[in-house]
């Protein structure tokens, strides 16, 4: 069964930073792709970052490129977001993803 849990999320002023993580477990995580994705109220659901299975290939949407950055830990199978420069419009719930398969989210707000 393949869990995803994210932590990490929090109230943050804008120009601040914070770092998200997903604990990923049932299934074989160092060979898959992992991907995060937002959600702010009213919007569809938004790509962040893909992270291939070795950390070769980085992937950002175009509104968090250049402030976002996402990494991998394989030994631990967890994946990470590191989020700078924040801003009012990356107020979001953040999902980890893999395939099919989400977590609950985290919820991110920025405001001052």
């Known amino acids: 069964q393949v869990q995803l849990v994210e932590s990490g999320g929090g109230l943050v002023e804008p120009g601040g930073s914070l770092r998200l993580s997903c604990a990923a477990s049932g299934f074989n995580f160092r060979i898959d792709n992992m991907r995060w994705y937002r959600q702010a109220p009213g919007q569809e659901r938004e790509f962040v970052a893909l992270i291939s299975p070795q950390s070769f290939v980085k992937q950002y949407g175009n509104s968090v490129s250049g402030r976002f950055a996402v990494s991998r830990d394989n030994a631990k199978n967890m994946v990470f977001l590191e989020m700078n420069n924040l801003q009012p419009e990356d107020t979001a719930v953040y999902y980890c993803?893999?395939?099919?398969?989400w977590g609950r989210g985290t919820q991110v707000t920025v405001s001052s």
């Open positions: 993803n893999h395939n099919d398969d």
